[in-house]
């Protein structure tokens, strides 16, 4: 995040940019959709994790959300 955050600020204004962008408020969010429960640091890990499995040539979606989500929620199970 303090990467693009760096890169966007170099940017000229009045280009035009397209950014889809990802936030813990929406891992929560889609969490509670699916009536399970993360904390904000839960989701900032399940959103790094995303990032990191990431295809770039398809981006991020809501299925790569629920799939982070449910991919947390069983490890979690699992290490308990």
Do not use: Y
Request: glycine share 4%; charged share 35%; with cysteine.
């Amino acid at each position: 995040t303090k990467e693009w955050i760096k890169i966007l600020i170099k940017m000229n204004p009045e280009e035009s940019v397209c950014i889809h962008m990802w936030g813990v408020d929406d891992v929560i969010q889609q969490a509670n959709e699916m009536d399970e429960k993360v904390t904000r640091k839960e989701a900032q890990i399940i959103l790094e994790e995303i990032e990191s499995n990431i295809d770039s040539e398809c981006g991020v979606s809501w299925n790569n959300i629920n799939s982070g989500i449910e991919d947390f929620i069983k490890n979690k199970k699992k290490n308990k």
